[in-house]
């Protein structure tokens, strides 16, 4: 208990703050955040299995969650079926030809040695693949996309519940880090940082401009969702008496019954919404628990010790007879398919698919300062780091607000000073990001929860 003491404090402080936040400005608001953390969190545990467990540099965090979202698109949305009628047939053509290539190309590999003529037989079948998926998928492309272009335009998906997608989303990721650890893992780690970040680059360019596949960036709005929608339960009898019930002090102190009336109506609304986030911050807690259970048993198994040794010396391990490579690209498809399960799970909270909102800054780079500040190699260091940065991500404005009015509490409102400050509000969070990784990296150079290996 004594040793976990310092993780139990640090919980408790990040829960306090959400809570403080419930109080003192909405629970709406509190919730919100909270279920962007654990998303987060499950985000950070995916890059701490590459980076902490491994030591791989994942710079394409975005690309896999963007596949994750595509995923929800894919799996959720109901097919539309005039699409699939002019369209279906070129685009299943073109998907055969693929697999058909993918097949030719492993047959080359292991059928001949390394040489020059294999890599023309690959390169070849590469372009001529291409040109063939081309003539065919063409015009039906342009047939799909002319399908109401302004309400659909793109095939749909399966018309499935919205949680099988975050079990796709973690094969399309897996799938991707098995073709880009194949090609990019023999890289020194700076190349295969800035490798990862343009593959990553290049999947975001096929979502935005493909609009047959997701409505590129006409965005896919409407998602099936897992929880009650909220004007459902604001009509609903059981919900309206639980509402009463929870609130029937304050309602019994308004007399005219005009006035409980209004007031009990103005509560059912707010507390269906916080109704329904509380359902989100239920299911991500059941994912987030499920992946920290078997990241830490994997983390303290045999396979765990041998990948921090791997981590350590990758030159000793090789010659312990450790095979580097392959386990190097289990971790990479492991850790993205974490990530890409992530991804289905934002997009299932927000109902809604938006391509052109993928961007390093937030899905690359926030999510590294995440793991480096919460701690590299403890999963339970990842996951505050999810929760403290995103959350400082959030109320910066807010905090940097309440300082700058407590400050120039003297000052006139029409202050050049005070106003230029108000202003700059929205840019409070990078300076005060910015701070915060100095001090953590100042005074805890490890994190906040730094690695601890344990014998077990």
Known sequence: MRKNLNVIAAYSIM???????????????????????????????????????????NFGIMGYTALGGLAAVLISVDPVQDAWRVGGFEIFMSFLIIIAMILSIRFVLKRYKKSKIRTYCIAAIIVVGI???????????????????????????????????????????????????????????????????????????????????????????????PAPYEVDLQTTDWFIKLIEKFNSGKLAL???????????????IEGSSIFVKLCYSGLFLVVVVILLILTQKALYSPWGRMMRAIRDNEEAANAMGKNVVKQHLLIFILGSAIVGIAGAMLVTQDGLFTPGSYRPMRYTFLIWVMVIVGGSGNNFGAILGGFAVWFLWIEAAPIALFLINFFTTGMAET?????????????????????????IM???????????????
């Open 254 to 268: 308004i007399s005219d019954l005009a006035d409980r009336q209004a007031a009990l109506n103005q509560l059912v």
């Open 15 to 57: 829960m306090g703050l959400i809570i403080l936040v419930g109080v003192f400005q909405s629970w709406n608001i509190a919730l919100s955040i909270f279920n962007l953390c654990l998303i987060s969190a499950v985000m950070t545990m995916g890059a701490n299995i590459q980076w902490g467990y491994a030591g791989l540099i």
């Open 415 to 439: 202050n050049v000073l005070k106003a230029h400050l108000i202003e700059s509000v929205p840019y409070f969070r990078f300076l005060m990001m910015g701070i915060g990784l100095l001090l």
């Open 131 to 225: 040109i063939i998926v081309r003539i065919i998928a063409e015009p039906g492309i342009e047939a799909i996309e002319a399908v109401e272009p302004a309400k659909t335009g793109f095939l749909g998906g399966l018309g499935l519940p919205i949680v099988f997608s975050w079990i796709v989303g973690a094969l399309f990721a897996g799938g991707l880090a098995f073709v880009v650890g194949k090609v990019a893992l023999g890289l020194r780690a700076d190349y295969l940082a800035i490798a990862t970040l343009l593959i990553s680059e290049i999947v975001i360019a096929i979502i935005k401009h493909e609009d047959w596949l997701t409505r590129g960036v006409k965005n896919v709005i409407g998602l099936k969702r």
């Open 442 to 456: 100042r005074y805890r150079p490890k994190g906040i929860l730094p690695e601890k290996i344990e014998i077990k």
